[in-house]
Each structure stands twice: as structure tokens, then as C-alpha cells.
């Protein structure tokens, strides 16, 4: 009964542990899951910003005076707000919480804009709501507003490679859950096994097995004729009638 009982307590402790971890498991899952909407959600931003600062630089050309004074200043506010996301991306946003972009496929994605943005869309808006009539900065915003499409574009791409890295993780962890489950399963099948080979041995004892009543027979037997003999002489009938 003690190899049993070792064997039983041994196979539930390794159940439980599998059954922890398989829930440690799934609240690692989810916890990445929710951890993946905000970076996800910052860097789609950048597009609406890219959007935002080309209408406020376009809107800027046809006022004047304090009107065109306040358009500029919402568009520099933009800008500053862009490279701060950019920078975030590498970096990690302290405001939000965020951690830096994990992903180096999705990082270079977001270093290509940023390097686009930085050396020759951004210095054409500053030209623009910097310049002193309608034609000239007419003239600075007419390559960034004809490559908008194709700077929104790369970030659409960098976002869609961070969807597929995020979901990347969740397959690797759905993998190991699998993983643990079999490991259960497995264990599972084992106790089922004891069991059944002890229920099996108590059959056969309650059933009067031959083997067994014939066993059971000469050991008490021998127990009896050893109780009989001089002490001296217990020891070795004991170990010569042993089976």
C-alpha cells in the first residue's frame, strides 16, 4: 500500500502542478493580449496625426493674421506631437506606460516612416507655415501633400506587422497550453492505470483467487511453526522456508 499511495500522491501533485501552470498559462495569455491594444493602438496613431498636420498646413495658406497664426501653432503642435510617438517607439512612451516596440520588424517599419518624415516631409511643412505668401507655401506642401498617401501607407504596414507579431505570441503560447494539456491527459491516464491494477488484485482476492488463498496459506503456516520453534532456532527456519 505505500508504492500505492506514493504512486497515487505522486500522480495528483503532478496534476496539480500541470493544472497551475496551465492557468498561470492562460492569465499570461491574456494579460498579453490587453498589453498588445495599446502599443497597437499608438502606433496607429501616427496616422491620424500625419493626416492632422497636413490639413492644418494645407488649412494655413489661405488665412492670414491671427487665424493663420493659430492654425500654424496647432500644426508645430502636431509635428512636436509625431516625433514624440516616434520617439516613443523606440524609446517607450513614459506617459501612456508603454514599453518600447519589441518587434525589430515592426521597429524598422516605424524607422523608415520616422526617416521619411524627418528628411523630407517635415522639413516641407516647415517651409510652408514658415513661408510669407499663399505661393510659396503653396509650393513647399506640394510634395507632402502628393506623398501623404504613401507615408500613411508605410505606417498602415508597420501596424499590420505589429498584428501579426502580436499574434504570433498568442500562437506560441496557444502551443504550449496544448502542450500542458497533453501532459494532464498523460498523467490522467497513468492513475487510471494504478487503479485499475489495484481493483483488479482486490477482485481477485475477494473472488478467492487459488494463487493467492494458497500464498496466504503457507505463509500463515509457516508463521505458526516459527511461533513453535526455540527462539534460537526462529531466525533461520524463517529464512529457509522463506520463498
Known amino acids: 500500500y505505500r508504492g500505492l499511495n506514493a ?26 493580449i490587453s ?10 496613431g501616427a496616422r491620424r496625426i500625419l493626416y492632422q498636420v497636413a490639413f492644418l498646413a494645407d488649412h494655413s495658406v489661405a ?3 491671427a487665424a493663420r497664426e ?7 503642435t502636431a509635428m512636436r506631437s509625431l516625433d514624440e510617438r516616434f520617439a516613443g517607439f523606440r524609446q517607450g512612451a513614459a506617459d501612456r506606460d508603454l514599453p518600447p516596440v519589441s518587434d525589430p520588424l515592426t521597429l524598422a517599419a516605424l524607422r523608415q ?18 513661408a510669407s505668401s499663399a505661393a510659396d507655401a503653396n509650393a ?28 504570433e505570441k498568442v500562437a506560441r503560447f496557444q502551443a504550449l497550453q496544448y502542450g500542458f494539456v497533453i501532459l494532464v491527459a498523460a498523467v490522467l491516464l497513468a492513475v487510471l492505470w494504478t487503479v485499475r491494477g489495484v481493483t483488479r488484485q482486490g477482485r481477485a482476492l475477494a473472488a478467492g483467487d487459488p494463487r493467492d488463498l494458497r500464498n496466504h496459506a503457507a505463509r500463515r503456516d509457516l508463521e505458526h511453526e516459527v511461533l513453535q520453534a526455540p527462539e534460537s532456532q526462529r531466525h533461520d527456519e524463517t529464512l529457509r522456508r522463506l520463498p
Open 63 to 65: 488665412q492670414t493674421g
Open 7 to 32: 504512486k497515487l500522491g505522486g500522480s495528483a501533485l503532478a496534476m496539480l502542478l500541470l493544472a497551475l501552470a496551465l492557468v498561470a498559462g492562460n492569465l499570461i495569455l491574456l494579460d498579453s
Open 113 to 130: 516612416v520616422e526617416d521619411a518624415w524627418t528628411t523630407r516631409y517635415k522639413p516641407a511643412v516647415e517651409r510652408a507655415l514658415a
Open 70 to 76: 493659430a492654425t500654424v501653432t496647432d500644426a508645430r
Open 35 to 44: 498589453g498588445d491594444a495599446a502599443p497597437l493602438n499608438y502606433i496607429a
Open 140 to 167: 513647399a506642401l506640394s510634395q507632402f501633400a502628393g506623398d501623404i498617401g504613401g507615408l500613411v501607407d508605410q505606417v498602415d504596414r508597420a501596424t499590420d506587422r505589429y498584428q501579426s507579431f502580436a499574434g
